[in-house]
């Protein structure tokens, strides 16, 4: 049977990542952050010297620049002309950079096909904005994770200071806001739930508990597909 298309959408800080990543693992999936694309757009734009705010600019640009996905081990490393870019991707300027480049419709022209190339086969958990509505809007299951704005502040705040990138609580959730703002409002592949898309809202929530909820849910896809059940023992 074909291995599953599992999208995952929703605001910044809501948890995509760590779920997605998880999912993946038990699985035995590919993960694939879509958001470390733009964000090695951007990071390559910000080496270049180019300003992010001319769109034609950055649209040209953006279609030389040589993105590689590289597997070690459980981590994807995100290479960049031959250099990893992977530390350098969640630095703020870096974030901010992202959040505007990825308006241009040449921008996420350039990364729908690469993420349609990793993603087509199946056996793939992809997380982003517009997975379960523009990238793979026949996904076999699509989530669109949320949470509060105020979670969501903090949980990217402890995730910086984790990292050992300096955060202010305030201005990160402010900024979680602005990002929210713009990927909703953008003219291409808004940041909204697809219709069919299954929603946690995962405020009172901890990492296990959302990864159960998926899990339910991809056993139910698959029993569907297989006609059986008894698949989620082995998946946990
Ligand atoms: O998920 P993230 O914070 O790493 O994403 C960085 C930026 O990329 C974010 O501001 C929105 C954008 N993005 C997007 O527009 N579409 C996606 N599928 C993923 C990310």
Redesign the pocket.
Known sequence: MRKLIIAIDGP?AAG?SSAAKNLAKRLGYLYL????L??AIAWKLLQEGINPESQAEVEAAAQSIEIELRLKGEQTEIWVQQVEATPSLRQPEV?RT??II?TYPGVRKKLLSIQRSIGSGGGVVME????GTV?FPEADVKFYLDATTPVRGLRRHKEMELKGIPSDLEKTTREIEE?DL??RQRHV?PLKKSEDAIVIDSTPLNLEEVILCMLQEVEKKLAAKQGGTGHIKKLK
């Open positions: 910044a995509k952050d879509s958001g470390a733009y964000r974030t992202s959040s990825s982003g904005r517009d997975i990238v990002r713009k990927d592949a």
